[in-house]
Every structure is written in structure tokens, then in C-alpha cells.
């Protein structure tokens, strides 16, 4: 017999939908660093029962940004290179050896969120969250004392500047409602060795259509046009610049 979705929770349609994507209920990560997702449906992963709008690459990035702040630490002393899979090599970091926080603009679905917080748990720096909207899963949230921060970010420029300039490399994720705006108002905050991205991105609109929609990601929302001005001024290097792209998502390091 069919169910009427009206009858349902938010929770229950969250979790009736999710299962149409049997491939990713548990949450897979790619077998290599250069897989490619087929699409924007496919492309999306489930972590804990919840969606997050990344592709299959994106979760290679952000480990390898972890890895690379966990192998400066262990190697300070050693001067010793350190290989991260078959693809990449983790790059040589500037300024902080040691994570302070982790700042996510925009949560949308929550599975990033989530995969963020348990990382910052494990590792032992901050995790800050805002999206606008909330979330219509706070229970989950609140059971891992996330404290989703239901704010426009642009009206708490002043409190999230501080904390992107307090001691503690930050690494900064532009994914709300507003990408350039995030990444223009927020970079003039990084100090040296401050990681910023930003979702949703492309060289320029002409890359993405021969590169990147309907191969890795069907949305782009900001370029390097949009941002240049900003990189140029603050000093923003890129940083594991190709696995960004087939991340769809820029990443620049402050020098």
C-alpha cells in the first residue's frame, strides 16, 4: 500500500527519500582520489543517515587537508615526506601546525556537519556551524552539542572575524546562500596558514560546462573572477588546487 508523505514526520520523509540511494546509506568514499561521480544525484553522499551536497572527491579533499595539519605536527622534527594515497602528496603547510577550528557556512542537509564535528571531537579543535535556516534535524545536532548558530553570518561579521583570527589555524567552508560574499567578507580575516574554500566552484563558467557539469557536479555558483580581487589581496595561494577542481570547490591557503 502506498504512504501518504502528509502522514509522515519530517524525519520519516527524510529517511523514506534517502533510501532511493541504496548505493550511499552507509556513507562510501571513493576507492581512488580521482573517481568521478556521474551527476548531481549520484554525486551526493549519505554520512550517519544524512545527505551531504558533496561529491564522492570532496570527502578526499577535506581528509587531505586533516592529513596534512596531522602530518605537520608529527613530522616537525623529522623534516620527512608524507604520501597520502596514490593521486596526492600532502603540501607543506604555512604559519599554525595545529587546527583551532573548523567553520562550516551553510549545513543544508547536516552530513558534513556532522562528518566535521566527529572530526573535531577526535582531533580536539572547535567546531562552528551556521546556516540560516537551521535544520530540520536538531535532534541529531543537539545530540553531538552542535549548536547549529541560526544566524545570517553577515550580520555576525565582527564575532566570526574574531574567531578566524584567534591563535589556531582556521579552516574555512564557504557553502551558505551567498559563496562570494562569504569568501570576499570573511578572507581579509585568515592569518598565515588559514585554509578558505568554497562549494559550488569552477575556474570560470566556460571550465565548468567542458569539465565539470554532468561529470562531477551540476552547479556552479562562484568563479575565480568573483573572487580574484580578494585572493590577490590577501595573499590567498591555491592549495591541492587540482583535487579541488574535481571537488568542484576552491581552496586556497593564506601565506
Do not use: H, W
Given at each position: 500500500?502506498?504512504?501518504?508523505?502528509?502522514?509522515?514526520?519530517?524525519?520519516?520523509?527524510?529517511?523514506?527519500?534517502?533510501?532511493?540511494?541504496?548505493q550511499y546509506i552507509n556513507g562510501t568514499y571513493p576507492l581512488s582520489?580521482?573517481?568521478?561521480?556521474?551527476?548531481?544525484?549520484?554525486?551526493?553522499?549519505?554520512?550517519?543517515g544524512l545527505w551531504m551536497n558533496q561529491n564522492q572527491n570532496a570527502l578526499v579533499l577535506y581528509d587531505t587537508i586533516f592529513k596534512s595539519f596531522i602530518a605537520q605536527e608529527d613530522m616537525m622534527k623529522e623534516h620527512a615526506p608524507v604520501s597520502c594515497g596514490e593521486h596526492f602528496n600532502i603540501p607543506?603547510?604555512?604559519?599554525?601546525?595545529?587546527?583551532?577550528?573548523?567553520?562550516?557556512i551553510g549545513s543544508l542537509f547536516g552530513g558534513l556537519?556532522?562528518?566535521?564535528?566527529?572530526?573535531?571531537m577526535c582531533y580536539g579543535c572547535d567546531f562552528i556551524?551556521?546556516?540560516i535556516c537551521g535544520s530540520p534535524y536538531d535532534e541529531e545536532m543537539d545530540q553531538l552539542n552542535i549548536g547549529l548558530?541560526?544566524?545570517?553570518?553577515?550580520?555576525?561579521?565582527e564575532k566570526l572575524g574574531k574567531e578566524i583570527a584567534s591563535e589556531g589555524a582556521t579552516i574555512l567552508l564557504c557553502d551558505g546562500g551567498n559563496k562570494i560574499k562569504e569568501f570576499n567578507m570573511f578572507s581579509k580575516y585568515l592569518k598565515s596558514g588559514d585554509i578558505i574554500l568554497a562549494h559550488d566552484y569552477a575556474p570560470d563558467h566556460k571550465y565548468f560546462a567542458e569539465n565539470i557539469k554532468g561529470k562531477l557536479w551540476n552547479w556552479c555558483e562562484i568563479t575565480y573572477g568573483d573572487i580574484q580581487q580578494s585572493v590577490e589581496e590577501h595573499n590567498l595561494k591555491p592549495f591541492l588546487h587540482e583535487l579541488g577542481l574535481i571537488s568542484a570547490t576552491a581552496c586556497f591557503i593564506k601565506e
Open positions: 500500500m502506498a504512504v501518504n508523505n502528509e502522514s509522515l514526520s519530517k524525519r520519516q520523509v527524510f529517511y523514506k527519500n534517502f533510501r532511493m540511494f541504496p582520489a580521482m573517481q568521478e561521480s556521474t551527476g548531481c544525484s549520484t554525486g551526493m553522499l549519505g554520512f550517519f607543506e603547510l604555512t604559519g599554525n601546525n595545529k587546527i583551532g577550528r573548523i567553520i562550516e556537519t556532522v562528518l566535521f564535528k566527529i572530526f573535531s556551524a551556521y546556516d548558530r541560526k544566524t545570517d553570518v553577515f550580520e555576525d561579521e
